[in-house]
């Protein structure tokens, strides 16, 4: 009979900061660059080079160490990690391990049997390492410095996660309050979070924790998710079998749904951690604290309760809103601007997302301008456009930003009034849908919608579908009275 066993799980995540420097330099940090063209003797790790701190890093540092609840620490150092790799060209990394700018920290997360707070260990700061770039035709790895010395905050949690489903809640509520906050866009495909998961295992109701293996190569929610369930997997078995857990970090491998090891698992004595000698400690006073507090935006939670109250939202619209920082901005701007902000979150909530979901966009692609949506909305309730044409406008905004009444006009797609014209429109749908006609005659009365929407297709949706249903309700009515 196989024993019942718990997963215990904590996250190391890597969050690249949206700094328009590095964190010891004046190079870009600009994503997508030619490889090498945003680097100095600073960050390539050059004798005699040395560093100076980015004050804005520190900055943003402490509003991320306020949002998750943490203690900011008024005297920090950064140290020197040393180990040799080809991606990091000083044979060091310069981080934080005696003195974290913060510590202690929590974020509340939702779950199935109601709110869950999961700790956070500590906060630092530190610089990111190159990136390798392998060639399989010509057998041989090059390293881009783009992105060395990239300013990141690594946030390490308690072993507080018990399931996936908790992982990616906490990593969700995570990327968004980063986002709100404006530190970082949090792209995983970009690589500006990055997730790696510690995994153990033990019997049910034990206290000490099981042998732990570190997961990397995590590039989507998706991948934590099936990296846990088959790591948690791996373990349960192993330990059914009688078999030693190794303390190792292992490498994911998302396509085949399956890790490998990559190396005994370091210790913070492998890497002869020592004070770094070219850069004093940060002393942070109270006035500074206090005066990123009061700047600090709009957090998620308050924009929700606001939505709710401000603009009459139920709260379901709200959370989807929210939910996506680049909704919550669509929205807010297009309701300045028409004043409707019910009509323009049914649009965000029904065709955007409809939309994005058919093209294969995400949410921080959407490029259109808030005014066009709020014209289009405009142009709906002033009976200029019908519903289905504004749908096509609506289709031509998202991917190409167009104007909608230019795009009206150019197109003729305006609301034809012309009621003669309408009448003739009637007469030919009445006479090829002589059945439906003659299922109203005897009762069904269902069945004028269905001539209403053939007299629409003619009209491509530019008829008022009111004026419509009256033409035909008219000229039913007329086809129904008595002969004399």
Not at 131 to 151: C, E, F, Q, T, W
Not at 204 to 217: F, I, Q, S
Not at 370 to 379: F, G, H, R, V, W
Request: glycine share 6%.
């Amino acid at each position: 009979m196989s024993k019942a066993y718990e997963t215990v799980i904590g996250l190391e995540v890597h969050v690249e900061l949206a700094t328009k420097t590095k964190i010891f330099c004046a190079c870009s940090t600009e994503f997508g660059g030619v490889p090498n063209s945003h680097t100095c003797p600073v960050c390539t790790g050059m004798p005699g080079a040395l560093p100076v701190l980015n004050k804005r890093v520190v900055e943003y540092a402490i509003a991320v160490g306020l949002a998750i609840n943490g203690n900011i620490r008024k005297c920090c150092q950064f140290d020197r990690k040393n180990y040799f790799y080809p991606d990091n060209p000083q044979n060091y990394q310069i981080s934080q391990l005696y003195l974290p700018i913060c510590t202690d920290g929590s974020v509340e997360i939702p779950t199935d049997t109601g709110k869950k707070t999961i700790g956070i260990r500590e906060m630092h700061m530190e610089e990111d390492a190159g990136k390798l770039l392998h060639s399989r035709s010509d057998m041989a790895s090059i390293v881009d410095y783009n992105r060395s010395g990239v300013p990141l905050l690594e946030i390490v949690t308690r072993p507080d996660i018990r399931s996936a489903k908790e992982a990616v809640a906490f990593l969700e509520k995570l990327r968004l309050m980063l986002q709100y906050l404006g530190v970082s866009d949090c792209k995983l495909n970009e690589g500006s979070m990055r997730v790696d998961v510690n995994v153990s295992v033990r019997k049910e109701g034990a206290d000490r924790l099981g042998t732990r293996t570190e997961m990397k190569n995590l590039n989507s929610f998706r991948a934590v998710a099936r990296a846990i369930e088959s790591e948690s997997s791996r373990h349960r078995k192993l330990l059914e079998n009688g078999q030693k857990i190794m303390f190792e970090t292992r490498r994911w491998d998302d396509k085949r749904g399956i890790s490998h090891p990559m190396r005994t698992k370091e210790e913070a004595r492998d890497y002869r951690y020592f004070p770094e000698p070219d850069l004093p400690p940060i002393l942070i006073e109270d006035a500074w604290i206090a005066r990123i507090e009061k700047e600090r935006p709009e957090m998620p939670e308050e924009k929700l309760e606001r939505y709710q109250r401000e603009f009459g939202l139920p709260k379901y619209d709200a959370s989807i809103l929210v939910g996506e920082k680049h909704f919550a901005d669509l929205f807010e701007e297009a309701t300045a601007l028409c004043g409707k902000p019910k009509k323009v979150s049914n649009w965000i909530m029904g065709e955007l997302i409809c939309l994005l979901r058919e093209n294969e966009m995400a949410a921080d692609k959407i490029s259109f301008s808030p005014e066009n949506l709020a014209k289009l909305i405009d142009l709906v309730d002033a009976g200029q456009i019908s519903g289905t044409v504004a749908k096509e406008i609506f289709a031509q905004i998202v991917t190409k930003d167009v104007d909608p009444e230019k795009y009206m006009d150019e197109k003729c797609l305006g609301m034809v009034e012309d009621e003669d014209l309408l009448r003739e429109v009637i007469v030919s749908v009445i006479c090829v849908h002589s059945q439906s006609v003659e299922d109203y005659k005897r009762g069904k009365k269902r069945a004028i919608g269905f001539l209403v929407g053939q007299a629409m297709k003619t009209m491509r949706g530019k008829a008022n579908p009111k004026t419509v249903h009256r033409l035909l309700e008219e000229a039913l009515s007329y086809e129904e009275a008595p002969r004399a």
